[in-house]
């Protein structure tokens, strides 16, 4: 059974960091390629960071370029997400998800396996 559990979410200050980790069961974290989405109320559901599986390539929103660090560790099987100098607009959902096959890709109907989310306020 593949589960992936989002953690690490909760009320921050501006100009903080954080660091969101996905533990995955089921799957074996070094042959997926991974993405970070989030989702505000009102709002679709939008990629955030992703990692390629075959290279280790990292891709990120510009909005969070510079500021945000995915990660992937294979001996404990978890995705992580470093998030620095967080903004009021980082507030979200925060989800983790699996991609299975094919090239990287941004887009969430891509992804075969997602967690639940971890709820990430940032106030002032």
């Known amino acids: 059974q593949v589960r992936l559990v989002e953690s690490g979410g909760r009320l921050v200050q501006t100009g903080d960091s954080l660091t969101l980790s996905c533990a995955v069961s089921g799957l074996t974290v070094a042959r997926y390629n991974w993405g970070w989405f989030r989702q505000a109320p009102g709002t679709e559901r939008r990629f955030v960071s992703g990692?390629?599986?075959?290279?280790?390539?990292?891709y990120y929103e510009d909005s969070v370029n510079g500021r945000f660090t995915i990660a992937r560790n294979s001996a404990e099987n978890t995705v992580s997400l470093q998030m620095n100098s967080l903004k009021l607009e980082d507030t979200a959902v925060y989800v983790c998800?699996?991609?299975?096959?094919?090239?990287?890709?941004?887009?969430?109907?891509?992804?075969?396996?997602w967690g639940r989310g971890t709820q990430v306020t940032v106030t002032v």
């Open positions: 998800a699996a991609m299975s096959r094919g090239a990287f890709s941004r887009s969430p109907g891509d992804y075969d396996y």
């Open positions: 990692i390629v599986w075959t290279n280790g390539s990292k």
